[in-house]
């Protein structure tokens, strides 16, 4: 059974661009989530969506924003970068949500590096 | 709202050597409790989870943490270590209800020495 999958793995991007990241979640599993993780401020959920909805959002700006299709594969987009945006994305997929019954998978992460 | 601080950024031991990775967490809600590991250049792993019942929860590979309510605990522990065991480990929460997001802590890497 193949794991989460997010391409690409590694992207640099300048200040400015926007940039999309790919998510496919194990196959059966209907909720995608979103994570970014820097080395200052660790592991910061972004977005989780769950039959093509968003059902849940973290505490970021606009220009950090997401979507679902109706294969659950998912794709996150952020524009007008900044150096600080320079962070490892990471998927997770779950079959019905966050719930903890439901267990959490995540994929090897997209890292971006904004130059 | 809930938070996860981790006590120690860096944990160095000796293999065989027992360990703990502290954690405690703050929330105005009931929550569930979970462990998380990463391993250089890869995603998180999870490693155990506190729903419900027993307080002492066990993961496959020799590690077990307990719930601790009246400290707001949930800290991880081995009796023994691999070199294999080198890693970063996550603690997390999510609340019981309502918004059910993981809020991580902030990490602690555990160095494994011969």
């Known amino acids: 059974k193949a794991g989460v999958t997010q391409t690409p793995r590694y992207l640099i991007k300048t200040r400015g661009q926007q940039v999309t990241l790919s998510c496919s979640p194990i196959?059966?599993?209907?909720?995608v989530s979103w994570y970014q993780q820097t080395p200052g401020q660790g592991l910061q959920f972004l977005f989780e969506?769950?039959?093509?909805?968003?059902?849940n959002k973290g505490n970021f700006p606009g220009r950090f924003s997401g979507r679902q299709f109706s294969n659950s594969r998912s794709e996150m987009n952020v524009s007008t970068l900044e150096l600080g945006d320079s962070a490892l994305y990471l998927c997770?997929?779950?079959?019905?949500?966050?719930?903890?019954?439901?267990?959490?998978?995540f994929g090897e992460g997209s890292w971006l590096t904004v130059v | 709202a809930q938070s996860v601080t981790q006590l120690d950024s860096q944990v160095p031991v000796f293999e065989e050597a027992p360990v703990e990775l502290r954690c405690n967490y703050s929330?105005?809600?009931?929550?569930?409790l979970f462990w998380y590991v990463q391993y250089p250049n890869q995603g998180l792993q999870l490693l155990l989870k506190?729903?419900?019942?027993?307080?002492l929860v066990e993961s496959i590979n020799g590690f077990e943490a307990e719930f601790n309510k009246s400290q707001t605990s949930f800290h991880l522990r081995k009796p023994s270590v691999h070199i294999s065991d080198t890693a970063e480990y996550f603690c997390?929460?999510?609340?019981?209800?309502?918004?059910?997001?993981?809020?991580f802590g902030s990490g602690t890497r555990l160095q494994v020495q011969p």
């Open positions: 506190y729903l419900s019942g027993s307080t």
């Open positions: 997770a997929s779950s079959l019905s949500g966050q719930g903890p019954g439901n267990t959490i998978y």
């Open positions: 929330s105005s809600v009931s929550v569930y």
């Open positions: 196959s059966g599993h209907r909720s």
């Open positions: 997390a929460v999510s609340g019981a209800t309502g918004r059910r997001a993981l809020t």
């Open positions: 969506y769950f039959s093509e909805t968003q059902r």
